[in-house]
């Protein structure tokens, strides 16, 4: 039992800021990837950043330069930085984590449930 809880989504206008933040718990023995997606509305789902365990990070062509990811491995937390926002930035937001519970032997790929943020033209 593994759950993925989002928040920090919100409406704000076009060159503000938010944080998104996504915390693992439940039965767990170790997290490795963890990320953030995005789906806007008739859009696929787009992946945003991606933060290994030693802190490589990679992000989206589009969001190079106004979004950072972090994490804290204690807390199995993740953290989505998200600067000068323009309206296309407008979606879902999905936290994922490639996860391992106690007692299993392979990664399972979890997902929150998401967190709307919306921006304003």
């Known amino acids: 039992q593994v759950q993925l809880v989002e928040s920090g989504g919100g409406l704000v206008q076009a060159g503000g800021s938010l944080r998104l933040s996504c915390t693992a718990s439940?039965?767990?023995?170790?997290?490795?990837?963890m990320g953030w997606y995005r789906q806007a509305p008739g859009k696929q789902r787009e992946l945003v950043a991606i933060?290994?365990?030693?802190?490589?990070?990679n992000f989206a062509d589009s969001v190079k330069g106004r979004f950072t990811i972090s994490r804290d491995n204690a807390k199995n937390s993740v953290y989505l930085q998200m600067n000068s926002l323009k309206p296309e930035d407008t979606a879902v937001y999905y936290c994922?984590?490639?996860?391992?519970?106690?007692?299993?032997?392979?990664?399972?790929?979890?997902w929150g449930k998401g967190t709307q943020v919306t921006v304003s033209s």
């Open positions: 933060i290994a365990v030693g802190g490589t990070t």
């Open positions: 439940g039965s767990i023995s170790s997290v490795e990837t």
């Open positions: 994922f984590a490639d996860v391992k519970g106690r007692g299993s032997l392979s990664l399972v790929n979890t």
